[in-house]
Nanobody, 125 residues
Framework: QVQLVESGGRLVQAGGSLRLSCAAS????????MGWFRQAPGKNREFVAV????????YYRDSVKGRFTISRDNAKNTVYLQMNSLEPEDTAVYYC??????????????????WGQGTQVTVSS
């Protein structure tokens, strides 16, 4: 059983930065891709970013390109999301997730197998 625990969310002013962390249990972390999703009140959960098992490949939703960076440290079983130039529209609960499927629809939440409990990010204007 994989456990994912996010941390780092808090209230921040627009234009500020945050780094979210997601610590994973188990010995298979380096085998699978990891993703970040977010869900704002009254909205569906949406894809934010994904990173391959080795960290060599990343993808982002268009609205965060150039502002957010996903990375991972396989020695520490941790994936990160560095968020810069935050906007009020980034306010949401952020979730990390492990994806065991290969290829395909990495932006689709149902292709992810394990999820953390989420961490709240609030960006004030």
């Amino acid at each position: 059983q994989v456990q994912l625990v996010e941390s780092g969310g808090r209230l921040v002013q627009a234009g500020g930065s945050l780094r979210l962390s997601c610590a994973a249990s188990g010995r298979t972390f380096s085998t699978y891709a990891m993703g970040w999703f977010r869900q704002a009140p009254g909205k569906n959960r949406e894809f934010v970013a994904v990173i391959s098992s080795s960290g060599s490949t990343t993808y982002y939703r268009d609205s965060v390109k150039g502002r957010f960076t996903i990375s991972r440290d396989n020695a520490k079983n941790t994936v990160y999301l560095q968020m810069n130039s935050l906007e009020p529209e980034d306010t949401a609960v952020y979730y990390c997730a492990e994806r065991r499927a290969q290829g395909g629809n990495y932006w689709y939440s149902l292709t992810y197998d394990y999820w953390g409990q989420g961490t709240q990010v609030t960006v004030s204007s």
